[in-house]
């Protein structure tokens, strides 16, 4: 069978660097008749493409292929607790045009997603490309979601949307296969892509409307058992009296409550203001709210040791006080061999990184070495 194989052969070609056969040959050990037979195969779906020709050593110059990143698109929908964004990217994960809106998760799946769809439409359109060179959706959402369905799992901050088919609604628009995961894991992917490549170990904690946490380790992300890995908002705060977990202690609602008990309603959004205005107030919560995440992260440090911690979400990028009460509690509590070398650093992945995040999450699936065997199989 031709396409056998080409899928491992595909993974060296993914790096970007163009190859002639005979260095596939070389690289791989294998026989040149099995590494021309692989490229036909991969060059047949467009995986695959010629670029020029090798320096000529005397007979004619070899020709060289390289991983095709522009012959089908993938799209990225990143749905936050109060905003929404999609994006369009080629194979290598970049963006190639994305849009973005305030909304309210509240308003439940079929509105907040029919919306993400329009979007994605239309971006397609936008970029010349047709439904058909649609490889796969990815979805992320502020709640818990067993990844293996794509439905939410009693969402705190998204009802009416427990145990909705998000795979489903989505492919009645778009015919590609669809992936779901909690926002935070497709943040922490987009944010390791765009600033820490070359990081194996990487904590991500979104600080905003909930506080959640994305784990990388040994590269690969972790969701655990069911998909609720890194689900440190519902953790109780360690050294608190009453049972009350992080959320309910230092997201920007709880902050927001906080500056509110005077009387005065303080809307989540008016927080940030309230910070950079000077309030020392809201300074003060808001170092006190970093404090209390430092002790979860802690407790996190100590038993994942990762090399990066990035603060990020709202508050956690647009707040410093925040992410110098994380650091003054971790590294206070945590072992010296887990901080010596400890960067904790806010996010810089930018609008984009969850939009990333969830299209390198599509191509992490669909451009494996079984997926793309599979592709050829049913192309071929």
């Known amino acids: 069978m031709i396409s056998a194989g080409a899928g491992e052969l595909f993974q060296l070609l993914r790096d970007g660097r163009p190859r002639t056969r005979a260095e596939l040959v070389n690289e791989t050990g294998l026989a040149r008749t099995s590494v021309v037979n692989r490229l036909a195969a991969l060059t047949a779906v467009g995986l695959v493409t010629p670029t020029g020709t090798s320096a000529s050593s005397g007979g004619r110059p070899a020709a060289r292929l390289v991983f095709d990143r522009t012959s089908r698109v993938c799209i990225g929908i990143d749905l936050g607790a109060t905003h929404g964004s999609v994006g369009v990217m080629d194979l290598s994960g970049e963006v190639l045009r994305e849009e973005s809106r305030v909304l309210d998760i509240a308003d439940g799946p079929a509105q907040i997603l029919t919306w993400a769809l329009d979007t994605a439409e239309r971006l397609l359109r936008a970029t010349g490309r047709k439904k058909r060179q649609l490889l796969g ?4 959402v502020p709640g818990p979601v067993e990844h293996s369905t794509g439905r939410p799992i009693r969402p ?8 909705f088919d998000i795979p489903s609604f989505v492919q009645q628009r778009l ?3 669809v992936l779901v995961d909690n926002d935070v894991n497709l943040l922490a992917l987009g944010e390791r892509a765009t600033r820490w490549p070359a990081v194996s170990d990487l904590l991500f904690i979104k600080v905003a409307t909930g506080i959640g946490a994305g784990i990388i380790l040994g590269g690969a992300l972790q969701r655990g058992a069911r998909g609720s890995a890194g689900d440190i908002g519902h953790v109780q705060v360690p050294g608190v009296a009453d049972d009350r977990d992080l959320e309910a202690m230092a997201s920007a609602p709880a902050i927001a409550a906080q500056l509110g008990r005077d009387g005065a309603t303080v809307a989540t959004g008016d927080v940030i203001d309230r910070i950079r205005t000077g309030d020392p107030t809201a300074i003060a ?3 006190e709210a970093g404090r209390v995440i430092g002790k979860v992260t802690a407790a996190c440090v100590s038993i994942l040791n990762p090399s990066v911690v990035v603060i990020g979400g709202q508050l956690g990028v647009n707040v410093q ?4 009460g994380v650091r003054e509690v971790v590294y206070q509590r945590s072992i010296p061999l887990a901080t010596q070398h400890l960067n904790i650093v806010p996010a810089e992945g930018g609008a984009t990184a969850g939009i990333r995040g969830a299209g390198l999450m599509v191509l992490s699936e669909r451009l494996s070495a079984s997926a793309v065997d599979d592709l050829i199989a049913q192309t071929v």
């Open 175 to 177: 015919e590609a296969p």
């Open 137 to 140: 959706i990815g979805v992320g």
């Open 321 to 324: 006080e925040i992410i110098a």
């Open 156 to 163: 705190p901050i998204m009802p009416g949307w427990d145990g």
């Open 285 to 287: 919560a808001a170092r």
